[in-house]
């Protein structure tokens, strides 16, 4: 489990995250909730299922995104089985 507070200045972005299952053999066994400034955008999410096959890019783009209060988008990503949470990279539009 872990947690991105990123700094941004006011106005509206797209948060795009980025995933491929490199070490796991089967798809379904790195299911994780994805949060974007509390808004679940992913739950029991797997990267391979969605990808589609091992070992290919998988993609969230979260659009429209405003800073909080304090200027922060903030990812929370949560494994919700026994292998860890994973991602690969974060960009912000």
């Known amino acids: 489990n872990f947690n991105y507070t990123i700094a941004v200045p006011p106005g509206l972005y797209t948060v795009h995250l980025k995933f491929a299952e490199?070490?796991?053999?089967?798809?379904?066994?790195?299911?994780?909730?994805?949060?974007?400034?509390g808004q679940c955008v992913g739950k029991f999410w797997d990267p391979a299922t969605a990808a589609g096959q091992m070992r290919m890019a998988a993609d969230i783009r979260v659009e429209d995104i405003a800073p909080d209060k304090d200027e922060h988008i903030t990812l929370e990503i949560r494994s919700s089985d026994d292998n860890n949470a994973i991602l690969q990279g974060i960009e912000i539009e």
């Open 22 to 37: 490199l070490w796991l053999s089967q798809p379904g066994k790195r299911p994780m909730n994805i949060e974007v400034n």
